[in-house]
């Protein structure tokens, strides 16, 4: 079993900067492909960015089209934990973010953290 620890969510004036970090528990968090998505209030959830476990070739991110250029994916693997910069936040980037781990085709989510972007 896999639990999160879930922070750096908040409030934030349009243009402002928030970090996100997900500290995982367990011995699979290396092993996986680790990602923030996020659900706004009468939306469904949505990927926001994705970063695979290391490979020949180093890591595979995906982004969003819309945070590409403004958001940052990464992962720590000594210290179980992923991040998310933000940064250029919008008003529409409000949403309940939630931190997510995929090892064998099995999800494991964090409990969600509420960033509030608003002037």
């Known amino acids: 079993q896999v639990q999160f620890v879930e922070s750096g969510g908040g409030s934030v004036q349009p243009g402002g900067s928030l970090r996100l970090s997900c500290a995982a528990s367990g011995s699979i968090f290396s092993l996986g492909t680790v990602g923030w998505y996020r659900q706004a209030p009468g939306k469904q959830r949505e990927l926001v960015a994705t970063i695979s476990a290391i490979g020949p070739s180093g890591y595979s991110i995906n982004y969003a089209d819309f945070v590409k250029g403004r958001f940052t994916i990464s992962r720590d693997n000594a210290k179980n934990t992923i991040y998310l910069q933000m940064n250029s936040l919008k008003p529409e980037d409000t949403a309940v973010y939630y931190c997510?781990?995929?090892?064998?085709?099995?999800?494991?989510w964090g409990q969600g953290t509420q960033v509030t972007v608003s002037s």
């Open positions: 997510n781990l995929r090892v064998a085709a099995r999800d494991y």
